[in-house]
């Protein structure tokens, strides 16, 4: 038996149905799992759902052995869970992941977890329990994971066999549990990528892996600080690393990430990513953004994606830089918690932290990077680090940027881009990471396109991972929607990102089920004229709304003192244009109607080619009574901002009071906003090349 073999036996389990009876050749056995933290295990989704819906509606519906004993566990986490538990199973598509709770196993030894995606081609080994040859036993074979498609992770060789789906996928050239076994095809097999643990982060109740992750690492650590507990992870995957290596040392890893589990978890991947980017550009020496981008849920992830940094001008060369960035890395970490949740800080654990740091910087870093390391940790001195009070005292004014015409200090913001119809009405889609207004990371695109109908469809999740990805702690990301004109009326602001009806419901309501234009700046923009370069008039009255009062003034010009169109024949394009070129630079069209389609969409065609930068209008059909008072609240609207970044809030302001019955009274809402200052993506968007990655040395 190989060591790793060894190592993962103790953890495997077999999934069975609960109840008396759990001897192997009584038992009704329905497929593979394996302990991650101590009680908690990992397995298919559709293994567990072999158990129908007692597996969904109770409390203690799996059947759980495992070398050290046998209990009933609980499905905490399932992606995917079944839309009708009673009905039929169907098909279980990826991630196919649950995590089962097991009370009374926190004995069981747990698998290392591998901290980023896997390295393809990859030796692996596959574990698991099967019938396949007649009696229920382990088996464990040897393949390669030969490819990363989408979802899946493709293997070759030994192909998983009936029975050890839910059993683990070992990389054996760094031993760290990469995937999952899943299934098989006619040619090859398929597993679950370990990664695939971020999709259940965003179901219901996913914030307990947070808690999960770091048992997982302090296990760990307390298996290498404890040579009577037998074979542990870090020391066989020292082994397998040989003498002379480079980069994190397995030791100096689990060290690190058992300083991690003691910090508050990150808010989301944005957090992780913005020092990640931080920490490149100052070891590489170069600003440096990946077009691929992550989604990390732990500072480990971070950690992990560091640690095979390399000089892209070096070829291969400077094999130190690694380490360099992940001590920078980890003081990073240390002080954005330490200064962004200070409430949630244990200050004893991160004084040992920060000791811990500065020791490791001194015998392994370089000198500039040492440098660094004591400036950053220097301002969590242990007077600092006394109480949360003190702490926030320093922390002083974070620099901010200018995003979508207003101070944000989020990662980046969204870039939702909806292009001319092709194939009839079909129109392609594509969702973007915008970095300080100029860095283009694209994430999703539907060259096909979709119906106008089916927008908020295809949308949603993509839009929710780019969010997850631009928002850093509390600073929300922006929505900048380039669209045809024609589209202008659709209400992107309205759309909600839950795919439950959680919005009526008190018990589900949180801040993800509310419509995106009442937590966030959402803002439409002119895919037209975004996709040449920016014309003198655009440019000059962008100035001219950018910092002055702004003004209110109709878009149409046969709009009486009431605030609409008279009857009759309406204004012509190229009289309009005329009129609109002559307003004021900090004057703000304004219409009581919408603009995708007739009167309304001349009359907005004429003020882009008048360079206005700023639109209001409402969407919905309404009353002519009601526009004279739309025309006096959005004067009063604009009046407040007192410039174009005023905007947003006096509008996310209306839509929250419009929203409540309570103080919905009087108002006017359904309102659209074209937000659209020159010089940003998509035009004059400069592309982007990643730093190079070492083989990584896990």
């Known amino acids: 038996m190989s060591a790793l073999e060894e190592m993962v036996r103790p953890s495997l389990a077999r999934i069975v149905a609960p109840g008396d009876g759990y001897a192997p050749d009584r038992e009704e056995y329905w497929g593979s799992g394996f302990f991650i933290a101590p009680g908690w295990l990992l397995t298919c989704a559709h293994v567990v759902g072999k158990g129908g819906a007692a597996v969904w509606r109770s409390g203690n519906a799996v059947g759980v052995t495992w070398q050290g004993g046998?209990?009933?566990?609980?499905?905490?986490l399932a992606k995917p869970r079944p839309e009708e538990p009673d009905g039929a199973r169907g098909s279980w598509r990826f991630p196919d992941i649950a995590l089962v709770r097991v009370r009374g196993a926190d004995d069981a030894p747990c698998v290392w977890l591998s901290d980023r995606a896997p390295t393809i081609p990859a030796p692996v080994s596959l574990h698991g329990w099967s019938r396949q040859t007649g009696d229920l036993g382990m088996r464990h074979g040897i393949g390669e994971a030969s490819a990363l498609d989408g979802k899946a992770l493709l293997l070759t060789g030994q192909t998983p066999v009936e029975g050890v789906s839910g059993g683990p996928v070992v990389d054996l050239r760094h031993g760290a549990v990469i995937g999952m076994n899943k299934g098989r095809g006619r040619h090859e097999g398929a597993a679950v990528p370990i990664t695939a643990l971020r999709e259940l982060y965003d179901v219901r109740g996913g914030e307990i892996l947070h808690t999960v992750m770091g048992e997982h690492d302090l296990h760990h650590l307390d298996r290498f600080n404890d040579p009577a507990a037998g074979a542990d992870w870090t020391r066989t995957q020292t082994r397998l690393r040989g003498p002379g290596a480079h980069g994190l040392a397995p030791v100096l890893r689990v060290r690190l990430y058992g300083h991690f589990a003691h910090l508050p978890p990150p808010g989301g991947p944005g957090e992780v990513m913005h020092l990640v980017h931080e920490v490149k550009s100052r070891v590489v020496q170069e600003d440096y953004r990946s077009p691929i981008e992550h989604d990390p849920r732990t500072w480990r992830e971070g950690a992990g994606l560091l640690h095979g940094l390399r000089d892209p001008g070096d070829h291969g060369g400077r094999p130190e830089l690694a380490l360099d960035a992940v001590l920078l890395y980890a003081a990073k970490v240390a002080r954005h918690t330490a200064l962004d949740h200070p409430a949630d800080v244990d200050h004893d654990r991160l004084r040992d932290f920060t000791a811990w740091i500065t020791e490791q910087a001194t015998l392994y870093a370089r000198q500039a990077i040492r440098e660094d390391i004591d400036a950053l940790l220097d301002r969590l001195s242990e007077e600092t680090l006394r109480t949360?009070?003190?702490?926030?005292?320093?922390?002083?004014?974070?620099?901010?940027?200018?995003?979508?015409?207003?101070?944000?200090?989020?990662?980046?913001?969204?870039?939702?881009?909806?292009?001319?119809?092709?194939?009839?009405?079909?129109?392609?889609?594509?969702?973007?990471?915008?970095?300080?207004?100029?860095?283009?990371?694209?994430?999703?695109?539907?060259?096909?396109?979709?119906?106008?109908?089916?927008l908020h469809q295809y949308l949603r999740e993509p839009l929710a991972e780019a969010l997850r990805l631009g928002d850093r702690g509390e600073h929300l990301a922006a929505v900048e929607a380039f669209l045809p004109r024609r589209l202008f009326d659709?209400?992107?602001?309205?759309?909600?990102?839950?795919?439950?009806?959680?919005?009526?419901?008190?018990?589900?309501?949180?801040?993800?089920?509310?419509?995106?234009?009442?937590?966030?700046?959402?803002?439409i923009r002119d895919r037209r004229r975004n996709s040449r370069p920016a014309s003198p008039e655009w440019r000059r009255r962008w100035a001219g709304v950018a910092n002055r009062p702004l003004a209110a003034g109709p878009l149409r010009g046969e709009a009486t003192d009431q605030g609409h169109p008279e009857a009759g024949r309406p204004e012509g394009r190229m009289a309009a244009y005329g009129r609109l070129s002559g307003m004021d630079d900090a004057c703000v069209p304004v219409h009581c109607g919408p603009v995708g389609s007739g009167p309304g969409l001349d009359a907005m065609a004429a003020a882009l080619a008048a360079g206005h930068p700023l639109v209001l209008w409402r969407r919905d059909g309404h009353d002519h009574e009601e526009c004279r008072e739309f025309h006096l609240q959005a004067g009063q609207l604009l009046g407040l901002a007192g410039g174009a970044e005023g905007l947003h809030r006096q509008v996310r302001e209306l839509r929250i009071r419009v929203s409540d019955p309570d103080t919905a009274e009087g108002l006017v809402g359904d309102i659209a906003v074209l937000f659209d200052p020159p010089d940003r993506p998509p035009h004059g968007t400069e592309p982007m090349q990643p730093p190079l990655m070492a083989a990584p040395d896990t």
């Open 388 to 454: 949360p009070a003190t702490v926030a005292a320093v922390a002083g004014p974070t620099p901010t940027r200018t995003s979508a015409g207003t101070a944000s200090r989020a990662r980046a913001d969204v870039l939702v881009d909806v292009g001319e119809p092709v194939y009839g009405e079909r129109y392609p889609l594509s969702v973007k990471l915008l970095y300080d207004g100029q860095d283009v990371t694209p994430l999703y695109s539907n060259d096909q396109g979709v119906r106008r109908d089916e």
């Open 70 to 76: 046998k209990t009933t566990g609980e499905v905490v």
């Open 490 to 523: 659709v209400p992107l602001d309205d759309w909600r990102l839950s795919a439950d009806d959680a919005w009526d419901d008190a018990d589900l309501f949180d801040e993800q089920s509310m419509p995106l234009g009442l937590r966030r700046v959402v803002v």
